[in-house]
């Protein structure tokens, strides 16, 4: 699978086309090429903490709401590592090569999810439920536990509430 790390420019060209904005002719196709290769599982289009701060510097709630919720799209939630967990494992590597006895590699992902995994934090945000939620079948509990977790990521990155 290819990674392609997009530019908040170009983030923000493919949400104009996606809403009959596009500056350039061509930016429809690329839209519905990067789509077709993201659903295929040929391409990954993940975001960035960067993506997040940019995003949220956009002045108008639509237009952010309407950039972000392409962005999540098109990125499927994927994130890329945050920059100082990328900059220790490669030093970790650097330095297990020069040490292969004395040094162990933490575990590391460069892509993840969400805001959590680009920021490098946890954020303790997690759904606890009540005993009387035990009556809820256990797919519907992780279907509702998906949407809500979508609806703040979606705020998160586009600085607008579900409810406006």
Known sequence: MKVIYLDQNHW???SR???GQASRT???SVLDTLCKARVSGRASLPLSLAHYIETLKQQTPNRRTRL???MLELSGGMTVASLQ???RHEIEVALQRCFPSRVVL???EFLGSGLRH???KNFGFRLEWPLEANDIPAPQRTAFERLVLAMAEHSLLSGVLPTG
Do not use: C, R, Y
């Open 118 to 120: 680009t920021a490098g």
């Open 17 to 19: 086309a996606a809403h």
């Open 85 to 87: 967990m990328v900059v």
């Open 106 to 108: 933490e575990p590391f």
């Open 68 to 70: 972000a919720t392409l």
């Open 26 to 28: 061509e930016t429809l």
């Open 12 to 14: 923000i060209e493919l």
